[in-house]
Each structure stands twice: as structure tokens, then as C-alpha cells.
């Protein structure tokens, strides 16, 4: 059994309200709820919010009834490991044991179904403790990040003792996205945070990897949104 999830807390600072504001006529956490409610290889959908609104939303669309989040887990600071063992928990109280639980951010609407078809493949043969999306990221710690030093000057932030002097020569970093993470069970109920065990990444493409983080990222994404639509790679609203 796949638990498909998602988390949209009703607070947001740097665009308010994101989570169930309107974007290509749909609510944003419609965009990554479409996708869990469609796919043949989840068998229960849960949203985890502290907001009413938006869990009246889940429910009518199908998913199960775990009542809202505790408050302790609807603050800025909460984390979302804490959310999902919480989500779990409750589901399986209805469920049984799940051998998957699978996480959409509902910020991440670029995502397409595929995305989540390689996170679930990849678990299955891979059997980590946890799959987790990334794209290669634009800059590099050991090439092109910079810090201050104690004088005031800037250096590499983790420089190497040969030096780099192409991006090339760099180790390959990654930026954690969050398109899909598909986590062990077992794992998410003992472990107390999210990089403990075996985490593997998913890589994808970076024109799917942005998040909607600042009033910028809502632009660029709804941008990006239309073309996937105008492309034929996502159905409109």
C-alpha cells in the first residue's frame, strides 16, 4: 500500500496564501493532488494543513479524514519530518501498514506524472530508505559559492587543496527539490530526521525543480506552467 501525501500549511510570508491561491484556474495544491489522486499506484491520499479550508478542500476531493494537524507542526519552524511521522501515523490508524509513503511538495506544480513514476521505480529497486528528488545545481561550493572571511574578503566557500578553476573540475552538487520524495515506512517512524538513514536522489530536469517560495517564483512558474500546458504536457484547468 502507497500513501500519497501532501503538506500545505496555511501560512505563508513570502506569498500569502500561496498553497490554495489560484494559478492557471486551479488552487495550487490542486496541480500535486491531481497527480496523487490519479495515479494508479497510490492507494490513500492525505493533505496535512492546519487550515481548514483547504482540508474541507482534500476531503471532498477524496482524501482521508485525519482531522488537522496539531498546532505544534503548523508553525514556520516545524519540520517536515515531524509532519509526515504525524501523517503516517494517522493514516495507518485507518489503513494498516503502508510499504510507501510517497510526498508531493504542492509548492513544486511543475512536476509531471513521470517524475513520480521514476521516484517510485527507483524506491522499488533501489529499496533505500528514502528517494529524493534533485537537480544538478547552477552554482558550486567548491567553484563559484563565495564567503567572507574574518578580514571582510571573500573566498571560496569549500576550497580544495589543487584548486578549481572550471566548474568542470568541481565535485557535482545537488539541490534538493521537492517534486517527489518517496520514503520507507519503517524508516519515518524511527528515524528523527531526514538525512539518517539511506537517502538516494531522483535527478531531475531543472526546469521542473523551481518552488514557489517569493512573488519572483510565482511569476517565473506560472510562465513555465502555461508552456507545459500550451506544450500538451499538462491538462488546463
Known sequence: MIIGHIGARAG??????????MLHGKHLID????QLL???RVDHVVVSTDSPEMYEHGLKRGCLDIGLRPAKLAT???????????ALGEVEKQTGPAKAFLDLDCTSPLRLPEDIE???DLFEAEQPDMVM?????RKNPYFNMLEKDASGALQVSKPLPHGVVAR????????????????KPSYLRTASKLFEGHVIPLIVPNERS??????????????????QIADGLRDPA
Open 168 to 183: 568542470q573540475q568541481a565535485p557535482m552538487v545537488y539541490d534538493h527539490v521537492g517534486l517527489v520524495y518517496v520514503v
Open 12 to 21: 505563508s510570508k513570502g506569498v500569502p496564501n500561496k498553497n490554495f491561491r
Open 133 to 137: 528528488s534533485c537537480c544538478e545545481s
Open 31 to 34: 496541480w500535486s493532488l491531481d
Open 210 to 227: 523551481l518552488d514557489v517560495d517569493s512573488p519572483f517564483d510565482w511569476d517565473v512558474i506560472d510562465y513555465l506552467l502555461g508552456k
Open 118 to 120: 521514476a521516484g517510485l
Open 38 to 40: 490519479a495515479s494508479d
Open 76 to 86: 514556520d519552524t516545524a519540520a517536515k519530518w515531524d509532519v509526515w511521522q504525524h
